[in-house]
């Protein structure tokens, strides 16, 4: 099981707290869909994905990042049970969506930078760091139920 | 897997202005990956890898200016890298998964930096780019 160190929260939780859940979220999940287009098979029912531009400006795509780092926000909250928080969403994931595990790890990666540019020099190695562990533990804690 | 013509032209002009800090982008992507992936500090078992170190700085300097000679020839890289793909084939044999841990921390390096400049068909072409660079250090390894 993962362990957070009392800083390693704290340095999640301060960052947390400035982050726009809707601009972070809508753009990692266009950059997924940009920087590795082959992710785009998993959202054929999203309408235009043919550019930069109509995915970044894609309704679907904002309100579906949206959500997705609404869970990342539920995951702060419970850190030291992250496989419990997301065990229902692993099983959704495997059984319904069918989604390679290692999609989540490319997500966490791009959440990271898109940290990076929001926060710029706020974003120093230890904050990375510590939010590096969570989005790995969050990835691992999603495909922890597959079989 | 190849750079299309556009993202040829992000990268080389990117560069110009990466030129320009190419020490503490270096210095910061090594300091970002011993931070995040300890287990990388095992290659380095012979440097004093604390912040501020001059042999942090001088890899991380070294590390820079070979992906300044690949952009230099970013339409041969494998040419361009020859030399150091065999280093790391037959002397350092560094583990593939590695390099994209490096990757990963040089791409939020330059996001950080040039946060306006890494819009997301940057953020594409960058990596794009490092995972042919990549591919070329890992070629000779078997």
């Known amino acids: ?147 | 897997m190849s750079l299309t013509r556009a993202e040829r032209t992000i990268i080389v002009s990117m560069w110009s202005k990466i030129s320009t800090q190419a020490d503490a982008i270096g210095t910061e992507t090594l300091e970002r990956l011993f931070s995040c992936y300890p287990q990388a500090k095992t290659y380095f078992p012979h440097f004093d890898l604390h912040s501020g170190s001059a042999q942090l700085r001088a890899h991380g300097s070294k590390v820079v200016a070979a992906v300044g000679d690949a952009v230099k020839s970013i339409d041969n890289v494998a040419i361009a890298l020859s030399k150091l793909s065999e280093l790391h084939a037959y002397v350092l044999r560094v583990d593939p998964v590695n390099f994209k841990f490096l990757s990963h921390c040089l791409l939020v390096t330059l996001a950080s930096h040039f946060p306006a400049d890494f819009t997301a068909d940057a953020h594409a072409a960058w990596d794009k780019f490092l995972s042919i660079v990549s591919g070329v250090l890992t070629e000779k390894y078997r």
């Open chain 1, 1 to 147: 099981m993962v362990h957070f160190t009392t800083e390693e929260k704290a340095a999640v939780a301060s960052l947390w707290a400035k982050v726009n859940v809707e601009a972070v979220g809508s753009e990692s999940l266009a950059r997924l869909l940009i920087v590795y287009p082959w992710t785009q098979r998993f959202f054929d029912s999203f309408g235009n994905l043919h550019s930069e531009s109509a995915i970044m400006g894609n309704p679907k795509v904002k309100a579906h990042g949206r959500k997705v780092l609404n869970s990342f926000g539920n995951a702060i909250k419970h850190m030291d049970d992250l496989k419990g928080t997301f065990a229902d969403l692993s099983e959704l994931h495997c059984d319904k969506l069918h989604v390679d595990p290692e999609n989540f790890r490319l997500l966490g990666n791009i959440i990271l930078i898109v940290l990076a540019t929001h926060f710029s020099k706020k974003f120093t190695p230890q904050m990375q760091a510590a939010w590096q562990k969570l989005t790995n533990a969050v990835a691992n804690a999603l495909a922890h139920k597959y079989r």
